[in-house]
C-alpha cells in the first residue's frame, strides 16, 4: 500500500495568517492526490483534486501544488471557518488511502 | 438534493455483525464508484471497501473475509455487510460517491459502529 505522511500533524495559526500544510507519498503518484477539510463532528469535505484543481465552491485562498512524492495545501489568509483538520488522499493505486491529518487550530 | 443518508450503526458485541444501509439520492449508485470510509475515534480515515461501477470490489486487508459491500439498483442503495466484528472495528462508517474511482465528492453524515462486550 501506498503511505501517505502530512507534517506538522498540528498546526496553530492566526486569522489571516499563510498556512502550508505538506503531504508525502511513498513512491510517485504522479499528480494524483486530493485534499480534504473536515470539522469536529462532520464528514470530510472536497477541497482540491488532481494536486492543484480546486473543487467548484471551494474558495480560492486554498490551493495546491506538487507532483511524485511531495505535495502542499496552502490557504492564504487563514479565515475563522478554516481552523480544521485537512487530509490528503491519494488515489494513483489500490487502496486508496490518506494521510493522518493535519489539524488547524487557534494559536 | 444529492444526498446521501446511512443508517444501521450500532452497539454489537465482538463476533457479531450489523448491516449499514446508504440511501442515494439525486443520482443513481449504479452508475457511480461507491465507497465506505471510516475513522475511528479520534484517529484519521481509512477507505475499508469500494463497488466499481461493474460490481467488481476491493477491500482493505483488514475486513477481507469479514465485510461484503453490494447493491441494490431498486432502492439506489448501498450496503456494508459486516460480520465477526471486532473492537477495533469501532468508528463512524462513512457512506461516499467516488468520481471517477479516484476522489471522493459527495459523503454521508455517517453512522457510528461500537464493537464492545
Known amino acids: 500500500d501506498i503511505q501517505m505522511t502530512q507534517s506538522p500533524s498540528t498546526l496553530s495559526a492566526s486569522v489571516g495568517d499563510r498556512v502550508t500544510v505538506t503531504c508525502r507519498a511513498s513512491q510517485s503518484i504522479s499528480r494524483w492526490l486530493a485534499w480534504y477539510q473536515q470539522k469536529p463532528g462532520k464528514a470530510p469535505e472536497l477541497l482540491i483534486y488532481e494536486a492543484s484543481n480546486l473543487e467548484t465552491g471551494v474558495p480560492s485562498r486554498f490551493s495546491g501544488s506538487g507532483s511524485g512524492t511531495e505535495f502542499t495545501l496552502t490557504i492564504s489568509g487563514l479565515q475563522p471557518d478554516d481552523f480544521a483538520t485537512y487530509y490528503c488522499q491519494q488515489y494513483n493505486a489500490y487502496p486508496r488511502t490518506f494521510g493522518q491529518g493535519t489539524k488547524v487550530d487557534i494559536k | 438534493e444529492v444526498q446521501l443518508v446511512e443508517s444501521g450503526g450500532g452497539l454489537v458485541q465482538p463476533g457479531g455483525s450489523l448491516r449499514l444501509s446508504c440511501v442515494a439520492s439525486g443520482f443513481t449508485v449504479f452508475s457511480n464508484y461507491m465507497s465506505w470510509v471510516r475513522q475511528a475515534p479520534g484517529k484519521g480515515l481509512e477507505c475499508v471497501s469500494f463497488l466499481y461501477t461493474g460490481g467488481g470490489t476491493e477491500y482493505t486487508d483488514s475486513v477481507k473475509g469479514r465485510f461484503s459491500i453490494s447493491r441494490d439498483i431498486s432502492n439506489n442503495t448501498v450496503y456494508l455487510q459486516m460480520n465477526s466484528l471486532r473492537p477495533d472495528d469501532t468508528a463512524v462508517y462513512f457512506c461516499?460517491?467516488?468520481?471517477?474511482?479516484?476522489?471522493?465528492?459527495?459523503w454521508g453524515q455517517g453512522t457510528l459502529v461500537s464493537v464492545s462486550s
Open positions: 461516499a460517491r467516488v468520481r471517477y474511482g479516484d476522489y471522493i465528492d459527495l
